[in-house]
């Protein structure tokens, strides 16, 4: 009977061992599988979110901003009761469906794409209030166009730093590169620093 039992017991006792090492190779795959699936995420959100940007950034690069005001200026003298035609921005298509996962992005790229975001909804409801202003005075809209024209440069500089956020949060998952200079949003004399950011940004 002894001799009987000792096998058993034992044969008993290495099936739960192998079914205890299967169970956890088999849940080891599987969070491997879904570290690997939410790497994948987070690449193709941030591949998308810097296409987007890049794309606004290349729109508030064309023309000067500075001659428009200008001219604007310079029409209100003649014209005080002309009134500017602002064009709202395009919709963000990729951010609008990306945000609702944007807590999966690192800290760093949550950060710059939702200050951008920000001022660039901000932008919108301004032209709005812009459109509205049926009734200022040409001394009032002059400083209302030129704060529109304030926070577009603002916006330049945010999109540059969204961008860089977004590429060295790519470049980190393959090397331990340096983190990339950024301007400052504080004003403008951190525009032209942040731009040639751009120019380093691959599309």
């Known amino acids: 009977m002894e001799l009987w039992v000792g096998p058993a017991i034992i044969a008993a006792l290495v099936s739960a061992l192998v079914s205890a090492a299967g ?7 599987a969070q491997r599988l879904e570290e690997r699936r939410r790497a994948e995420k987070v690449h193709d959100y941030q591949v998308a979110l810097r296409a987007e940007i890049a794309s ?19 029409i209100l003298l003649l014209e005080p009761a002309h009134r500017p035609i602002l064009p709202r921005l395009v919709r963000n298509m990729v951010f609008e469906q990306v945000v609702r996962e944007i807590h999966v992005l690192p800290g760093r790229v949550i950060a710059a794409v939702i200050g951008y975001q920000s001022l660039r909804q901000s932008i919108d409801l301004f032209v709005e209030d812009i459109r509205a202003a049926h009734n200022v005075d040409a001394g009032r809209l002059l400083l209302m166009v030129s704060d529109y024209v304030d926070m577009l440069d603002r916006l330049e500089i945010l999109a540059t730093n969204a961008i860089a956020a977004l590429e060295f949060s790519l470049m980190l998952s393959k ?6 200079t950024r301007g ?10 942040s731009a040639s950011a751009e120019h380093s940004v691959s599309p």
Not at 61 to 67: I, L, M, T, Y
Request: no cysteine; net charge negative.
């Open 175 to 180: 090397s331990d590169a340096a983190p990339p």
């Open 23 to 29: 169970w956890f190779v088999s849940s080891w795959q």
């Open 184 to 193: 400052s949003a504080s004003g403008r004399d951190g525009a032209e620093h």
């Open 56 to 74: 606004d950034l290349l729109s508030l690069q064309v023309g000067n901003r500075a001659e428009m005001l200008g001219s604007f200026r310079a």
